[in-house]
């Protein structure tokens, strides 16, 4: 693996040079996607200021996942990865939490939703070029 100096990337894996500060930046930018998320769909769809008792259950039971998650430096999202690690229940909870918030995001948070998409395209592109088969890249 060899050095950039101009971005302080490796080339071969895209991993910054502390590779440990990498990971947890990226886990705390999907912790704070994912609250701003679930704070959004509480707010409209609850009528609340403030998280109600399911929503911040979810929130921490989303945030747990994502602190304990062993492929965080490989994958981009939950989406994309291959094991599901949320309880069905709690998995039916995000869902129809993304459902609603994904859309709506751009209005609230563009710089968010933007990155999150560009972040995601990138993900399928890397999964169609290594080969992977359709099963791992959701469209």
């Not at 998320?37 to 008792?53: E, F, N, P, T, V």
């Not at 062993?70 to 994309?80: D, G, I, L, R």
């Amino acid at each position: 693996m060899e050095l950039n100096r101009r971005t302080g990337f490796f080339r071969s894996c895209n991993i910054q040079k502390n590779g440990n500060r990498s990971v947890q930046t990226k886990r705390e930018r999907e912790k704070k996607v994912v609250s701003r998320m679930i704070a959004l769909y509480c707010r409209k769809q609850h009528g609340g200021k403030s998280l109600c008792a399911e929503c911040a259950a979810l929130d921490a039971y989303a945030r747990q996942r994502s602190d304990r998650c062993p492929f965080m430096e490989t994958k981009t999202f939950c989406s994309n990865c291959r094991v599901h690690c949320y309880r069905p229940e709690m998995r039916e909870k995000i869902r129809e939490v993304m459902r609603f918030s994904g859309p709506r995001m751009i209005f609230y948070h563009p710089v968010m939703a933007l990155r999150h998409v560009m972040e995601t395209k990138k993900e399928k592109n890397r999964l169609e070029k290594a080969g992977c088969s359709e099963q791992c890249v959701r469209k």
